[in-house]
């Protein structure tokens, strides 16, 4: 029986704090790991452990929006340790997690915060996260 690609991202996103990686998307639809990866870049043109870092960065960024959380407390609601998930935050999105909320908050104007283009980090992160050719992809 095959496995559609929407059900594997809804099961990442519905546990997002449980899964640490592809193998725990497929203990739970019971299935090889390598086999899922191969069905999964093939259909969304993404390999799974990117869409579920992707999945984790945007849960993040929304509950930095949305709430007032501290960054330990998001980091944790995505399954990740604080060091762990503000390095990634970092390197991806391109500015810490506070100087994101921040920026999208106006706190950053009312602080006298710096002028980052925020189109040219939403940029990079959508750049991150977008599909790419299969062949990009060692089992494309």
């Not at 930095?64 to 960054?71: A, F, G, N, P, Q």
């Not at 391109?94 to 980052?116: C, Q, V």
Request: overall charge positive; hydrophobic content about 35%; aromatic content about 4%.
């Amino acid at each position: 029986m095959p496995i559609e690609s929407d059900a594997i991202k809804e099961i990442v996103r519905a546990n997002l704090k449980d899964i640490g990686g592809v193998e725990d998307v497929a203990k739970r639809l019971n299935v090889p790991a390598d086999t899922l990866r191969k069905r999964f870049v093939r259909k969304e043109r993404m390999p799974l452990s990117r869409f579920i870092l992707c999945e984790k960065i945007e849960r993040i960024k929304l509950q930095l929006l949305e709430t007032e959380e501290k960054c330990l407390t998001i980091c944790l609601d995505v399954g990740w340790r604080e060091d762990v998930g503000a390095k990634i935050f970092k390197r991806i999105v391109g500015m810490t997690m506070m100087e994101y909320r921040d920026h999208h908050t106006g706190m950053d104007k009312i602080a006298g915060g710096g002028n980052r283009d925020l189109r040219d980090l939403s940029a990079r992160v959508n750049l991150y996260c977008q599909p790419k050719k299969p062949s990009d992809f060692c089992c494309g």
